[in-house]
């Protein structure tokens, strides 16, 4: 489990962290121990937890180190859709699944898809056009605002595509 614990995605990663945690007590009927290793059936499962940063720099490093070192047979993380694209070839390379979670880039299942890749969040699209269904019918016109990174782009992209199908106009955009 990739996950980012720095600055504000902190909660972000605290929040896949606890979650992935109480899933995987929830299928093993009891709690893990203070290792994070899990008992299901017959298979003892160990949860290893790291700090990406939301760098994808130190996430292939750390990623390659759990494939490499610990000899993992999944990846699941991280939070930054930016470091989620080099965890996705990481996992391709070395033929690993990857669940994605929260990261919510449209490219991680879209452009970057690979058989890899196993999403269970919601994506840029997901939040664009539920929001612009319903802001459409009170507003015309928008400006939007949005960070210059992977989830800045694919959510400026979802927002002027989902407002623009529900009648919507964008007079600026600031990335």
Known sequence: LITDKTGALALYGEMIERSFLLGMEYMAGAPGTAENVFQVDDC??????????????????????????????LLVG??????????QQVALDNDKVLIVAPAAANEIT????????????????????????????EYQKFVQIAPDYAFGWGGAQAFRDACTYFGGEFVADDI
């Open 44 to 73: 003892q499962i160990e949860v290893l937890i790291r700090d990406d940063q939301s760098n994808p720099e130190v996430t292939a490093t750390v990623a390659r180190e759990l494939i490499d070192v610990e000899n993992v047979d």
């Open 78 to 87: 991280t939070t930054s859709s930016g470091a989620t694209a080099t965890l």
């Open 110 to 137: 879209g452009a970057n898809f690979n058989d890899h890749t196993f999403r269970v969040s919601r994506t840029n699209y997901h939040d664009a056009v539920n929001q612009c269904e319903y802001m459409t019918q």
